[in-house]
C-alpha cells in the first residue's frame, strides 16, 4: 500500500508471486499512481507463483474534471 505500481511489480516479482493486473480507482486518500489496495491482504501466506491484482489511485475525484 502507497507504493508506486512500479513498486508494487518489483515487490511481486521479488517474492516470486505474478502480477495479475491493475484496476485505477479515485481516492481523497492515496496519491495519484500509489497502490490502494491488493487482492491477497498484506502479510497473508501464499503459494509462489500465486497472482495478485492491484487496485492503484487516480488522484482525488475533487482534483479531476
Same mark, same amino acid.
Given at each position: 500500500?502507497?507504493?508506486?505500481?512500479?513498486?508494487?511489480?518489483?515487490?511481486?516479482?521479488?517474492?516470486?508471486?505474478?502480477?495479475?493486473?491493475?484496476?485505477?480507482?479515485?481516492?481523497? &486518500? +492515496?496519491?495519484? #499512481?500509489?497502490?490502494? %489496495?491488493?487482492?491477497?491482504?498484506? !502479510?497473508? &501466506? +501464499?503459494?509462489? #507463483?500465486?497472482?495478485? %491484482?492491484?487496485?492503484?489511485?487516480? !488522484?482525488?475525484?475533487?482534483?479531476?474534471?
Amino acid at each position: 500500500k502507497n507504493k508506486t505500481l512500479e513498486e508494487a511489480q518489483e515487490i511481486l516479482e521479488d517474492q516470486d508471486l505474478v502480477f495479475g493486473g491493475a484496476r485505477d480507482e479515485y481516492s481523497d &486518500s +492515496v496519491e495519484e #499512481g500509489c497502490v490502494i %489496495s491488493q487482492s491477497i491482504g498484506s !502479510g497473508k &501466506s +501464499v503459494k509462489r #507463483g500465486s497472482s495478485v %491484482s492491484l487496485t492503484v489511485s487516480k !488522484g482525488s475525484v475533487s482534483g479531476n474534471p
